[in-house]
């Protein structure tokens, strides 16, 4: 089934991207689009923490700099299992800002996979977007800053 539910899938599968976005898509079918972002995150924390995960909500992201750390204010709006970043969104379009901004946080932190979900979509799956930080392509070209150009070039709605 596309739909993948945490309560039903092997632990290293709960913990993958696909896993989160079948929670986000049988949250989204429940309660359809365009409600407070806030509402979606808390609903999508609450079923990936029922399903066995870590999820920490509105986490600071401190940068540091010569040995020197900061709290700027960056906040990601989840963090599943120390590894996974997610960005909720509700917007009726998809923005190139909004892929910048996860992969700036995925570089700030170190990790290396993040979720772009813009419940705004009336399709989800179509609002979604996987951002790998230091993806590289497999044709030997140039390494790419991030994964906008994979997400570009393969429309990512595959969920890994």
């Given at each position: 089934s596309a739909l993948v539910t945490l309560s039903s899938t092997t632990t290293r599968s709960?913990?993958?991207?696909?896993?989160?976005?079948?929670?986000?898509?049988r949250i989204h079918r429940r309660l359809g689009t365009r409600?407070?972002?806030?509402?979606?995150?808390?609903?999508?924390?609450?079923?990936?923490?029922?399903?066995?995960?870590?999820?920490?909500?509105?986490?600071?992201?401190?940068?540091?700099?010569d040995g020197h750390t900061v709290p700027v204010g960056y906040?990601?709006?989840?963090?599943?299992?120390e590894r996974v970043v997610v960005e909720i969104k509700c917007s009726e379009r998809?923005?190139?800002?909004?892929a910048r901004q996860l992969l700036t946080y995925l570089r700030l932190g170190g990790y290396r996979t993040g979720l772009l979900i813009n419940f705004g979509f009336?399709?989800?799956?179509?609002?979604?977007?996987?951002?790998?930080?230091?993806?590289?392509?497999?044709d030997g070209r140039e390494r790419v800053a991030g994964s906008l150009e994979e997400t570009r070039r393969h429309g990512d709605r595959r969920a890994r």
């Amino acid at each position: 089934s596309a739909l993948v539910t945490l309560s039903s899938t092997t632990t290293r599968s709960r913990t993958s991207a696909s896993g989160i976005i079948g929670e986000a898509i049988r949250i989204h079918r429940r309660l359809g689009t365009r409600i407070f972002e806030a509402a979606y995150e808390e609903f999508l924390a609450l079923a990936l923490t029922q399903a066995g995960l870590s999820v920490k909500r509105q986490w600071v992201l401190p940068v540091t700099f010569d040995g020197h750390t900061v709290p700027v204010g960056y906040r990601l709006d989840l963090l599943v299992n120390e590894r996974v970043v997610v960005e909720i969104k509700c917007s009726e379009r998809a923005h190139d800002a909004h892929a910048r901004q996860l992969l700036t946080y995925l570089r700030l932190g170190g990790y290396r996979t993040g979720l772009l979900i813009n419940f705004g979509f009336d399709r989800l799956i179509d609002g979604v977007q996987r951002i790998v930080n230091g993806y590289e392509p497999v044709d030997g070209r140039e390494r790419v800053a991030g994964s906008l150009e994979e997400t570009r070039r393969h429309g990512d709605r595959r969920a890994r």
